[in-house]
């Protein structure tokens, strides 16, 4: 299983699911309508690292984090 | 060094302490960026959300830059509500000479606005409310969305 981490203001707990690509995790998050603004603005981390490309390779265990727009200070 | 507190920052403690820590390390230039909160559009203070691994890894490679050229950063941040008047950020570089301080403080303050993970919330008739509008994404954003990103 794969632990999806939803950060600061988009304010949905954290889901599993089977997943063994980050493209895989994106289709299944486009299902839910409560996401689809969040989808289109927020970063993606696998692991706590940022990720740019959706051919990230996963394992059981992996944890991903969607960052939306920051504002520190 | 990057320390996160809950609340408001002791703004003069935490100048005193740096400069104290630093004294000896034969820096020429000390400078401090310190972010206060500001009364302005009815807010009654700020609140703020932080993802503490992803900053960390943010923070640690900025210092390693800052090492490159003989600096050193340090950086305060709060957790939770501030409220008008209080301090909730604070930035600083030292440098063997002020140039590389100069140029490093807004550098590492501007990239630090654009991707640092932390939330801020205003703090208004009781509620918590996300600055969506002063929020900036993250680069590499939308990944998720698909085709119409």
Not at chain 1, 30 to 43: F, I, Q
Not at chain 2, 49 to 71: C, H, M, N, V
Not at chain 2, 112 to 141: H, M, V
Request: proline share 4%.
């Amino acid at each position: 299983m794969v632990r999806i981490e939803f950060l600061g203001p988009i304010q949905k707990p954290a889901v599993e699911m089977e997943a063994s690509t980050l493209a895989e995790v994106a289709e299944a998050l486009r299902a839910d309508e409560t996401l689809k603004a969040w989808l289109k603005n927020s970063a993606v981390a696998v692991n706590d690292t940022l990720v740019s490309g959706l051919d990230v390779a996963l394992k059981d265990g992996d944890k991903v984090s969607l960052l939306p727009p920051v504002c520190g200070g | 060094m990057l320390e996160l507190y809950d609340g408001a920052l002791d703004v003069p403690e935490l100048l005193k302490k740096w400069y104290e820590e630093e004294s000896r390390g034969n820096y020429g230039a000390y400078i401090p960026f310190v972010g206060t909160v500001r009364d302005e559009n009815g807010i009654e203070g700020l609140s703020f959300d932080i993802y503490e691994p992803i900053l960390t890894s943010w923070f640690d490679a900025w210092q390693q830059k800052a090492a490159g050229r003989g600096a050193l950063l340090k950086m305060a941040h709060s957790r939770g509500d501030v409220l008008l008047h209080q301090s909730s950020y604070i930035a600083a570089v030292f440098s063997p000479k002020r140039r590389v301080a100069l140029e490093m403080i807004e550098a590492f303050v501007e990239d630090f606005k654009a991707s640092a993970p932390i939330w801020k919330y205003d703090l208004k008739n009781g509620e918590r409310i996300y600055a969506a509008d002063r929020s900036t994404a993250i680069g590499g954003s939308g990944l998720l969305a698909g085709g119409d990103a």
